[in-house]
């Protein structure tokens, strides 16, 4: 097999257009497209069987679970909603970002369906949106079968059923893998743009103005120590500095909405603190590992072996040498999945959308002969969609 090596993310002279560009792109991800709405159907039937054999709805379970629950009642009632818990903590459903119940009413209010459904649809529609992202990047960089590698691996992650649900992540990936492959085809605004669609789908979409604001700065910084003088640097990038300016957005206005709503200027981050999330810089994730050291080793130890997987699979990125963008993006998704004071099982699931961690292993498996890479891939949505049926018919993840 030749050897794999990145490709030039420098778009081409007297580009296509933008609607021949996707179509091209949608042609070339169609296998990668069917291969990963295959493993994600592996783990719908997995789901299915087994939820039949427990007598419980595979369709509830995807649809009006956990917080697929408080997306519907934004979208059904608007936000106020509030929960009193025996402790006297209040859960506010403004915790929640207004894209996804936003689609889920405007879904509902114009076709058949209801809102549970409609968050599905999303959901679904997302899904395959993320995974051409997911392939557009892996085909950049290496290929277009590193790209089919990476969406069918991505589609069977550990906790890959939350692709199938009526949640936010597979919305946030699609927007965020597209900004991310729009700032390495120096598309500026485009992803300053879907930035700001993603900032409105989730508060990590500070990860997708990281992976804009900080490989514009070293655009900018570059030029200006190699000579050019600012006037020349804001005309000449303009583009740049457009996207850099939309990229906060959709995040700031929507913490800005809950400031005025509540009269206080930190009232999201006081909403989130009720919840028992925010950042604490990682104490709270130390306490848990150090909990379970000193009440259950075996536990304990599976956590650290777990967190080193992540920081290995980081340095293998970077060894691997991703583009700027990819590991500025990848390293603060990370950083925001850990270092909250959340419950500690919703972490694999904020830490899917770090997709470029799947890279690696990507490539490595394109190295094997074909036989061997169809095997791995099926063992693993075999695994996922197991884990998932166990994890949906329980009560959460362990």
Not at 378 to 392: I, Q, R
């Amino acid at each position: 097999m030749p050897e794999l090596t990145r490709t030039s993310t420098a778009p081409p002279p007297g580009s296509p257009s933008l609607r021949e560009r996707a179509t091209a792109s949608l042609r070339a991800a169609a296998p990668a497209l069917l291969a990963y709405a295959g493993v994600r159907l592996v783990g719908l039937v997995i789901l299915g069987i087994s939820a039949g054999v427990a007598g419980k709805s595979p369709h509830t379970l995807l649809s009006e679970r956990w917080d697929s629950l408080w997306y519907a009642r934004v979208a059904t009632q608007g936000y106020g909603y509030e929960v009193r818990l025996p402790d006297g903590d209040i859960h506010s459903n403004l915790a929640f970002f207004p894209l996804m119940p936003g689609l889920e009413w405007l879904i509902s209010t114009v076709g058949p369906l209801s809102v549970p459904d409609a968050g599905l649809l999303v959901s679904w529609l997302a899904s395959l949106f993320a995974a051409w992202g997911i392939h557009a990047i892996g085909t950049l960089l290496y290929g277009r079968r590193a790209g089919l590698v990476l969406a069918v691996l991505w589609g069977a992650y550990p906790t890959a059923f939350v692709q199938s649900m009526a949640y936010t992540e597979t919305l946030f990936t699609a927007l965020a893998a597209w900004s991310v492959y729009a700032v390495l085809r120096r598309r500026w605004v485009w992803a300053g743009g879907l930035a700001v669609l993603a900032g409105l789908t989730r508060p990590s979409a500070a990860a997708v103005v990281a992976a804009i604001w900080i490989p514009a700065a070293v655009l900018l910084i570059r030029e200006y120590r190699d000579g050019t003088r600012p006037g020349e640097l804001l005309r000449r990038h303009r583009r740049v500095l457009a996207g850099v300016v939309l990229a906060p957005l959709g995040w700031l206005g929507y913490v800005v909405y809950v400031a005025v709503r509540n009269g206080s200027p930190f009232a999201y981050f006081e909403v989130q603190g009720r919840w028992g999330n925010g950042f604490d810089g990682g104490r709270a994730l130390a306490g848990f590992v150090w909990k379970n050291l000193t009440t259950n080793l075996f536990a304990g130890l599976a956590l650290c072996a777990a967190l080193a997987l992540v920081g290995w699979l980081l340095w293998l990125c970077v060894r691997q040498r991703q583009p700027l963008p990819l590991l500025v993006y990848t390293a603060a998704m990370v950083v925001i999945s850990l270092v909250g004071a959340g419950y500690f099982g919703s972490r694999p699931r904020l830490m899917m959308p770090a997709f470029p961690l799947l890279l690696p292993a990507a490539v490595a498996l394109l190295r094997l002969r074909p036989a061997r890479t169809t095997a791995v891939l099926v063992a693993a949505a075999l695994a996922s969609g197991s884990y998932g049926a166990f994890t949906l018919l329980g009560s959460g993840p362990p």
